[in-house]
């Protein structure tokens, strides 16, 4: 099953196209761009890009995966918008995962591990994992309130894994790879996908004037 994945939780936009089995999963094509204001202008021409680099075309596609964060509130909702109206146009199934999961599903480690992101605010975003699987958060914190234990090692965003006193795994940012890990399972189950709800974990920066006089 060809697979488009999209994560837009970080300042980096990435797509891509994945050949996935109930046994494996082969990245066909991918575009990475590191560009925290273009997140709505870059999206779907890398998307289109990806296709082309597969010669595939939208109708090829069987399922989409996209990244429901946590992320900030503008860039986050441009790749859940994108996927779901490719999703609603071809008629197939749209699977949201977290983030941080297909980040740590990418370092692979047995040992404890502990992923961040940008949250900005001075704050990260984060989860910890026991043997692949999350046992805490998502959650979003300044740095100096998270502590490291029982963490063994991290990864995630590059400006802010050097803020906690662990061994760093070269993971910052999910990758179609690492999403459509995440939903194998769901993408040959027969049960309806979740809809999509993102993670924000608190009020965008945005605020409308009304709100403001309240």
Same mark, same amino acid.
């Given at each position: ?9 970080? +300042? ?56 429901? %964060?946590? %992320? +900030? ?22 699977? %949201? ?10 370092? %692979? ?106």
């Amino acid at each position: 099953m060809l697979v488009l994945a999209i994560d837009t939780s970080t +300042p980096t936009v990435t797509a891509g196209v994945v050949d996935v089995s109930p046994d494996s999963v082969q990245v066909v094509a991918t575009r990475i761009t590191v560009d925290a204001r273009a997140h709505a202008e870059v999206l779907t021409p890398r998307i289109m890009e990806c296709l082309a680099e597969a010669s595939a075309t939208p109708a090829d596609l069987g399922a989409v995966v996209v990244g429901v %964060g946590p %992320g +900030p509130f503008t860039g986050l909702r441009v790749g859940m918008a994108t996927a779901a109206a490719f999703a609603d146009a071809l008629g197939i199934p749209v699977h %949201g995962v977290c983030s941080l999961d297909a980040i740590a599903v990418q370092v %692979g480690s047995d040992r404890d591990l502990l992923v961040v992101t940008d949250a900005r605010r001075r704050e990260v975003y984060w989860a910890r994992y026991s043997g692949g699987v999350r046992i805490e958060g998502p959650g979003v914190v300044k740095p100096a309130e998270l502590e490291s234990a029982p963490s063994e090692v991290i990864a995630g965003s590059p400006s802010h894994v050097d803020f906690f006193d662990l061994p760093v795994e070269p993971v910052e940012t999910p990758s179609p790879a690492g999403l459509v890990e995440v939903a194998r399972a769901a993408l040959f189950s027969t049960a309806e996908p979740e809809p999509l709800v993102p993670l924000y974990l608190r009020r965008p920066d945005a605020v409308a004037l009304a709100d403001r006089k309240k």
